[in-house]
């Protein structure tokens, strides 16, 4: 073999370890976004509803808080 062959099929390699890196972030970060969507509008209401103030997401615990006047009220568990 040639020493281009070789330094061919190692960035092929590269390319596709790259590009599943990629899918992977991309994967995660929708993922996340979409559990946040789900603690904002379907769990604390916020859109339509007064009764929270503020949410947060907790990411590492997928567990959504509402807030009311700086205090928790109501945490819930996002499977």
Not at 15 to 43: D, K, M, P, Q, R
Not at 48 to 59: H, K, N, R, T, V
Not at 61 to 71: K, P
Request: proline content about 0%; hydrophobic content about 40%; overall charge negative.
């Amino acid at each position: 073999m040639d020493g281009w062959k070789i330094t061919a099929i190692i960035f092929i390699i590269i390319a596709i370890a790259e590009f599943s890196l990629l899918a992977w972030w991309w994967n995660v970060g929708t993922a996340y976004i979409e559990n946040e969507e789900t603690c904002a509008y379907e769990i604390c209401d916020l859109d339509e509803s007064y009764d929270y103030d503020a949410y947060f997401y907790d990411d590492y615990d997928n567990t959504c808080y509402c807030y009311i006047d700086n205090e928790v009220a109501k945490v819930k568990y996002i499977g």
